[in-house]
């Protein structure tokens, strides 16, 4: 038997001015998306912003289904957009924010387990490091410069 330990990284800001522009920037473009969430079952809204190598600003926000499974959480859906529209582009960071409509959240709101693996696989894809930046309504944002430190033990290509 033998015991590993996997350390993961991660940045914790106080507020939003302690970013830097370009980030932002990001995170008032998924702040406007949130908007447009369509979270009709949940209450639960999240937006999502991506940018890409070249300066662009993609956006998504979550989109849910009267037959739940159906729905999507905004990390995925605007990854699926970037990857549509400019699919030889980078992608250099994501920027989320969600929570209820009913309350406000102070808590960063971390993706869920598929969007991790829709991030991942993006990562891989373009062989190069996603940023990643999340945050509640309100309050701290949590930042990490890969994938790989929220999501250790990965299901990647190699394992086909
Ligand atoms: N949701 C996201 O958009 N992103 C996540 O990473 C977690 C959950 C959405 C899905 C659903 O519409 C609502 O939040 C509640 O789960």
New binding site residues.
Partial sequence: MKEIKIYSDFKIFDSIDELNDQIKVLFNEAKLIRES?Y?E??K???G?AVLLENGKILCG????NVSYPS?????RTVLFYANSKYPKIKIKAIA?I?GSINKINENP????GS?RQVISEFQAKQNSDIELYFKGEKGKIIYTDSINNLLPFKFDKSFL
Avoid at 61 to 64: A, L, M
Avoid at 71 to 75: R, S
Avoid at 109 to 112: F, N, T
């Fill in positions: 969430a979270s079952y949940s639960f809204s999240v999502a926000s979550n989109q849910e729905g999507l959480c905004a990390e989320v969600a709101v971390a993706p869920c969007c």
